[in-house]
């Protein structure tokens, strides 16, 4: 599995002048379309009315016309970076309905110091009526130990920057650069509250083909056990069968435009990248 950092903490302003913001460009955007003809109808159903919230108004203009404005921006490089990306985009004409707090956090890991851009929507996850759906218990919850064989353990990353925003929603999300450029996210928002239970219905799951989520024909056999948690996948099964729907997950995913990397240590936590390793038992837990 990948290395996960030691520490994070914000970035100060030191910080945003000293460490390069890590950001892969020239990836594509996830195939929502693709995930959408794999998903069941009662899944669908529930996804659609989610992803509904995305482009809903979270709030009337105050007495002056205006959305409340927040006083953080992008430092000027990495609103370049950020930009080459496409993760940003100026602003088209349509009045702004909601604004975005831009930040980084720095990641303290063994082998240096990495940034990463946040964009916090504070004003949809205060107003938006959502009801989670995929409560976000510790990790162990959902993945206990493997009574296994094998279990193959997928991790796919920096994946709400991989779901484009549609269009017509963008000026609900918002920001200004340091020289007072308007500028507004192209892409899902991270710490969007309705993204984990966005990321693990349209993302994760479909890819992993959990029964309950996919339709029959590209589910996963019951020769397997699947586990998920938001951009995690662990397979459990024999070791024949492990590998084998391993391999159909990786196509999944490479068929929706998620990138796979599986030499997974060697991969920058911010590349969207699926890292996978396959772990043989020697003998089975309690």
């Excluded at 992803?51 to 430092?75: C, D, M, N, Q, Y």
């Excluded at 975005?100 to 890991?109: D, G, L, Q």
């Excluded at 004003?123 to 510790?138: E, G």
């Excluded at 029964?211 to 024999?238: E, F, K, M, Q, Y």
Aim: contains cysteine; proline residues 8%; hydrophobic residues 40%.
């Amino acid at each position: 599995m990948t290395r996960r950092a030691k520490r994070t903490r914000p970035a100060t302003p030191q910080d945003e002048h000293a460490i390069p913001l890590q950001q892969q460009v020239n990836v594509p955007v996830l195939n929502l379309e693709w995930i959408k003809s794999r998903l069941n109808p009662a899944t669908l159903e529930r996804l659609m009315q989610v992803w509904g919230l995305v482009g809903r108004l979270t709030f009337p203009p105050s007495s002056s016309g205006k959305a409340r404005e927040g006083s953080r921006r992008i430092p000027t490089a990495d609103a370049h970076l950020l930009r080459k990306a496409g993760i940003i985009e100026e602003a088209s004409s349509t009045i702004t309905g909601g604004w975005i707090i831009p930040f980084s956090v720095v990641e303290e890991k063994t082998n240096g110091l990495r940034r990463r851009w946040i964009a916090w929507p504070r004003d949809k996850n205060r107003d938006d009526p959502y009801k989670a759906n995929a409560p976000l218990l510790h990790i162990s919850h959902y993945l206990p130990p493997a009574m296994a064989e094998a279990a193959s353990c997928l991790d796919l990353k920096a994946s709400f920057f991989r779901v484009s925003l549609p269009r017509e929603t963008r000026h609900l999300f918002r920001c200004r650069v340091e020289d007072g450029t308007l500028v507004e996210l192209t892409r899902h928002p991270v710490g969007y509250k309705a993204g984990p239970e966005i990321l693990q219905i349209i993302i994760t799951s479909a890819i992993a083909g959990v029964t309950t989520v996919v339709h029959r024909l590209w589910a996963a056999p019951p020769s397997v056990r699947i586990d998920v948690w938001i951009g995690n996948i662990r397979i459990a099964g024999s070791k024949s069968d492990a590998t084998l729907w391993e391999a159909q997950v990786l196509r999944n995913a490479d068929s929706c435009h998620a990138t796979i990397g599986r030499t997974a240590n060697r991969a920058p936590r911010s590349t969207p990248s699926w890292g996978c390793s396959l772990v043989t038992h020697t003998g089975r837990y309690p």
